[in-house]
């Protein structure tokens, strides 16, 4: 188990595999190549790792193998030896091939931070972030939980999505008021242009990349 950070948002995905200078992490929304994220792990003793990384290598859904992304340490790690002793053992004590295969891949929807107009009915809204699960909208409108809502979110280009969705929580945050939903379109596409439109926007100002030949790479 990894948590994976980038942008302060903080997911939990699974290794498929580990080597000295990184890993592979499963996931059905990989951040994009040359990105910089941080890694915390536990080793089996309980000493915690943490790692920066550089996402080398995307393997998106739908082609061939698992999905996910190649992450290469970047910069000092904590425990080094530790991490090194870990992999040494790994090498040397596989387990059968069919315990690997039992594995799923982690399926947790990659949020962006970026706010955009949205209409509820008659309630209007910005979202807080999205992803192609769900959003965060905030609004001063007391809206009860379980209420099926149509949705339409107007992107940075223009353009009006329209979903269907269910409110799954209130959120009292003390910088943040407003209601989680979760999409309920068996229609994927506008999900997906919600995401693509937010990603481009995600990569213009807040991704953090860095070059392949950085000397911090080891």
Not at 99 to 109: E, H, L
Not at 183 to 199: C, E, K, Y
Request: hydrophobic share 40%.
């Amino acid at each position: 188990m990894v948590k994976l950070t980038r942008q302060g948002v903080t997911t939990e995905l699974l290794t498929d595999d580990v080597s000295f200078r990184g890993a592979f992490v499963r996931t059905d929304a990989p951040p994009r190549l040359r990105q910089l994220v941080k890694l915390e792990l536990d080793l089996p003793n309980g000493r915690p790792i943490e790692a920066h990384a550089m996402v080398v290598h995307v393997r998106e859904p739908g082609g061939d193998g698992i999905p996910g992304a190649g992450l290469q340490f970047w910069g000092q790690m904590s425990a080094q030896r530790d991490w090194e002793r870990f992999v040494q053992d790994l090498g040397a004590h596989r387990g059968p091939p069919s315990s690997r295969k039992k594995d799923k891949v982690r399926r947790s929807s990659q949020r962006f931070r970026i706010e955009l107009p949205v209409e509820l009915g008659n309630a209007a809204g910005l979202t807080r972030d999205v992803s192609e699960t769900g959003m965060a909208i905030r609004t001063d409108k007391a809206i009860p939980l379980g209420l099926r809502l149509h949705v339409q979110v107007k992107t940075r280009d223009g353009t009006t999505l329209s979903l269907e969705a269910i409110v799954r929580r209130a959120i009292h945050d003390e910088d943040f008021r407003g209601i989680g939903v979760e999409f309920t379109d068996a229609d994927s596409s506008a999900r997906a242009a919600l995401v693509a439109a937010a990603r481009i926007a995600d990569a213009e100002e807040d991704a953090i990349f860095i070059d392949p030949g950085d000397p911090g790479l080891h």
